[in-house]
């Protein structure tokens, strides 16, 4: 787990030294995720539908001793697990799961929301809490609903 810079500096780690309290960002794009949803907009977008998401990560953090905030390879499986409760979901905003009312020759994963729709929005914002939550980090999120449509949240 990467450290916040106090934690470094209460430790004494000579890569503090050579940082000082700089922090750094790194990120991680192009993650993808498929998923279904609608949104309250009018129109086709209120059916549900479907989109390949795509993700792009970025945490923020002083480097340790070793020169990293984290591994990449590390943040990527972090990332990824996460991503996978969001995978082949149907995203519904927590108020409407009591109006569902969805039956037949298939399964069904439900990823509830927290967000009043399950706009593109409230997912960014959501994604960054539950990455901010995993990985201890200021997390900044941008979700991709399709070629030039993005929604971006941070979460410190």
């Known amino acids: 787990m990467a450290r916040s810079a106090e934690e470094v ?3 004494g780690q000579p890569g503090l030294r050579w940082w000082g309290l700089r922090k750094v ?8 995720f498929d998923a279904a949803h609608y ?4 129109g086709k977008c209120e059916d549900l539908h479907g989109h390949t998401f795509t993700v792009d990560v970025e945490i923020e953090g002083v480097p340790g001793e070793d020169g990293m905030i984290m591994d990449f390879r590390d943040l990527r499986e972090k990332v990824k697990s996460i991503l996978s409760s969001w995978d082949h979901a149907f995203i519904v905003p927590e108020r409407d799961v009591s109006k569902l009312k969805l039956e037949g020759p298939f399964g069904l994963k439900l990823k509830v929301i927290k967000g009043p729709a399950a706009t593109t ?3 960014a914002v959501q994604l960054a809490d539950e990455l901010r939550d995993a ?3 200021p997390v900044k999120v941008r979700v991709w609903e ?5 929604a971006e949240a941070a979460s410190a």
């Open 25 to 32: 960002r790194i990120g991680l794009t192009g993650l993808t």
């Open 135 to 137: 990985l201890g980090l």
């Open 9 to 11: 500096w209460r430790q």
């Open 146 to 150: 399709g070629p030039g449509k993005y």
């Open 121 to 123: 929005e409230c997912m």
């Open 39 to 42: 949104t309250p907009s009018g």
